[in-house]
């Protein structure tokens, strides 16, 4: 801890810090937690798609209270845990009116780490339809921003064909404590036919899962977190990080995998090894990634190339023999991939060039093998971290990394679980409507989009 | 009743000098370390297995119930059994046998083998004369008695005793011995600085490939061999000042093996075992034969290998020459070189009471990816390192490869055992 | 809040032999300032040492305890301070709570950093708590709090009177024979210099009949009883409530809370608590 740090978290220090705007930042609900008070259900239009997956969820919903322009502005009495406003129905200028009267008295009586979730279908029909789609982006962002005590806001494009059992992982996750550093978000649920079950407490049971990275920091709680959900974790690491990758495997009861992942047959032991487990590999997430931090006017060639072939090129061959039907504990028809962007990535950071683009280039992967893969009914997605709390964040200087964590609408880190709880999420069965996902974890971080 | 006894894998810790980066390691502490990145490697965590047998050559009393106190420690389920057991540096190819005989023999299904040693962590044991003194002071009857028994201990009592390194009934060290056996079988220096520089080099080589990816977890930050020395050569080897057989000995630092800290095990099952269980199956266990010399009559201490492994070849009506590899422990690089000459001295092997030579070995086919030498010698873990290298390295060649083991041991011993590639 | 920054780790032979001068103060105070020492690193044979008094395997996931151990030299040193009225010395360790936040490899250096404070009244004196934070690279890796019954000493406000839940006795399925050098054993490792738990001269100074073994040994073997099946990372609150003469026998008794471990260390026959441990993962 530097003298500067302490200055920041000592008593007086903190008073200086409260002056300057900075709070200690607000807790943060995480978990399989329901929202502790009511979950409050608006519609406007004709829409029930947001009712019918609530219902699937087993919540019981309370009507909105609606700011009708009279005095005193009505509020709710007791805080209320959620509210989500199906918006499904919502076509013109006009009804946006009817949003803003439902959401003015929410956020002012919305419980801390309470949700607000906005249930809209993909931007489609006449210029006043797409323009109205794209206000409600630019609501959700802004009440992303306004909200306070670690309340979070999500936008959800739902296809017009989604049922609730495509809806129900998704707005399980975005209700529940395990998206709690997911915040000011918009992303799309597609129609995919699921059953209308509603959420699994073990939703990867008995699923072989790989885990790039799986030493340490995010890697580790990821095969924590997803064996929790029952996955069969194959946990990969480099050798020399082989004692604690095997820490991490004889913890959750998975296997350890010391590998090289740029090694040219790195895709083929994987698979060697899943094949013997008798198990079919459900799920790859690439984790692993290092940083090789310059300005791009010190960044040599070797520094570019290390970056870009660990963080993206080694991921794309690994995918290349596991997609290939031909291999034998190769991924699975009905599997998934995730792989690790980074809002440096998609906002760009300095000194960070090579790490910037392999992580944007990993956004782009996603985004072109999902539609390629769908006919096998595999979704590929990204998480994009922010400001996590880990060993590679601890060595950024005191000052940077201050303000790298305050900069966001939660005031705070984010801790490797909440990269796990989502990565956790997009690989929940129930959530094969979602794929080609960037999917930030960032406290809606102030830069990039 | 009989069953295939198959090789799953192994796995061990990198094995470093003794006073090295273990300095301060147990036996307990290593072993626990080495099994537990085994249970890492194949998802046994909270697994009840058959039975792990380990055993350690320098052993404090305290460890007693070493292997079974170190299933507690790992991350296998408490309700594992475990057994000591002890063959000098046999122990870790004995270990072995015993695993897979018990599978054979449908007694488990599936077992864990082991050794382990630490050169630093060596017990320091009091003197039998103090030992007797205090003990007769505890059985007196009266204070009187009491000190007349203590009065008897002597200064040269209280010298801490080291373990002995010294065959007991010899008097001489194993490096003595050998350096009498190097002599007699003519065994020159620049074919024991020869052997050595291999051995490094197919380890440095094997590591380099990534052999050992799936054989070793780092422990303590040591992440690979660390006595292991790339870039040696005959050359360098040449400059070493003799350290057996007088001035004129050829037997040095380099070409004999270093005192060692270590842990290693293998994982073995019957075949339907790891067949249901998912698990990999490299090699399976064929036959083994142990054997003994009579030293204190004269015999070469460490030789004891060639009449096991000539009555063994015997029983399995097998030649050298069916063998893919062959792995022959690194005690000195001498040892080999003798124990190669012996196998084809005819006179030799009729003194055993074999019907003639063993037969002559094609070099290229020995200690490929290096042996003891190179990687170092805790005594009780260099079976239970060799047996799974051999079985992935059988494994590699193909189905029906086969494989010997020849492990010299103190007291004139030999331990041998066959595998074949599944 | 102002920080001194030391070079290396304080000795403690010095501090304790001020500490054992009786004040006069009789209002606790404690020093307002941090004291930390950045980049320590970690002493692999004194670890092995500490494993092997404790019961612990050696291992690159080093205890938590362990990095009390290191800390412990630097509340030593704040409680020297002119500042302080409280002595550490002949002050009595009642509960400590720690946090592993992750696992810490033995390899990595640690910046450790100390404050007192928290003072408050208890019925027969002040409580002062003693916090430390270990961090690597910046990432907070281990947090723990002691706290210490300064008796006799005053404090503002009034004390918590909520009785302590009745201990239920338990049957021990472990017992520990502790012999008359355990004290010092536990010294070599930890460096704590406290005479109290070596001579009985010193002992009886504090009004007991025998030395004792330090609360942080107790501490320690209870966590190394459990060994492999403590989780990664989990929280351990220990509360210390009778101490241990040596030599002694003792009894262990450990149950699984979901998850976590209720542990206690015990009497002989299981009747009286001596330190009452929660783990949660």
Redesign the interface.
Known sequence: MSALEKAFTSKPGKAIAAKAGLKDPPRLRRGRTWPEGAIVLAEIGDGSLARRTLTLLGRSVESPVVDDGGEPTPGYGARIGALVVDVTGLTTIPQLEELRAVLRPAVKGIERAGRIVIVAHPSAGDWEQRSVARALDGINRTIGKELRGGATTTLLHVAQEATPGDLVSTLGFVLQGRSAFVDGQAWTVAAAEQPAETLQERPLEDRVVVVTGAARGIGAAIARTLARDGARIVAVDIPPAGEALAQVANEVGGTALQLDITAADAGAAIAAHVARSGRPLYAVVHNAGITRDKMLANTDASRWASVLDVNLAAQMRINEVLLDPATEGGLADGGRLVGIASTSGLAGNKGQTNYAASKAGVAGLVEAMAPDLAERSVTVNAVAPGFIETEMTGRIPFVQREIFRRSNSLSQGGRPEDVAETIGYLLDPRSQGVTGQVIRVCGQNLVGA | MSHNAVVIGGNRIPFAKAGGPYAEASNHDLLTAALDGLVARFGLAGTRVGEVAGGAVLKHPKDFNLTREVVLSSALSPATPACDLQQACGTGLETTIYIANKIALGQIDVGISAGVDSASDAPITVSDGLKRALLRANRARSAAERAKALAGIRPRHLAPQAPGVAEPRTGLSMGEHQALTTERWGIGRTEQDELAAASHHHLAAAWDDGFFDDLVTPYLGVAKDAILRPDTSVEKLAKLKPAFGGPQGTMTAGNSTALSDGAATALLASEEWARENGMPVLARFVDAEVAAVDHPGGDDLLLGPVAATGRLLARQGLTPNDFALIEIHEAFASTVLATLKAWEDEDYCRGLGLDGAIGTLDRARLNVAGSSLAAGHPFAATGARIFPTLAKLLHERGPGSKGLISMCAAGGQGVVAILEAV | ?S?V?LDAMPGMGAAFARALVPSRAKDARVPAH?V?VPGHRQD??R???Y??VTGF?????VPPTWIHVLAFPLHVHLLGDADASVRLAGAVHVSNAMTLH??V???ERL?L?VTAGNVRAHRRGALVDLSA?A?????TVWSGVSTYLASGMRAPGTPDDSPHPPFAPVTPHARWRLGSTLGRDYRRVSGDPNPIHTSRLAAKGFGFSRPIIHGMWTHARALAAL??RL??VYSVEVDFAKPVALPGTVGFHAADAGGGWDAAVTSRDGTKPHLLMRVRP
């Open positions: 809040m920080t920054t941090e930390r692999v044979a670890l092995a040492d494993c092997r395997t050696l291992r690159d996931a992750r696992p490899s033995l390899t910046d950093a934070t961090q690597a690279d910046g990432e060994e492999q989780p990664a």
